[in-house]
């Protein structure tokens, strides 16, 4: 299980939050995935061997938020 903090743009509200957050945790491999609206991050617990940060910007980016970096 690995953490990884990511940078997103573009949550403007408690719903953008939910969006986020269900978008992460929908992805295989994901256990846990918490965005903060005030600091524009969302933190997720997940199964290295089973989702790439890549699949994280392209939920994102699907869902309509930018994921602008990542913090280990």
Known sequence: MRSITLNIDGMGCSGCVNTV?????????????????????????????EVKEEDFRKAVE???????GISN
């Open 21 to 49: 957050e269900n978008t992460l945790a929908a992805l295989p491999g994901v256990k846990t995935a918490i965005a903060n609206l005030e600091k524009g991050i969302a933190e997720v617990d997940y199964d290295e061997n």
């Open 62 to 68: 699907e869902a309509g938020y930018q994921m602008t």
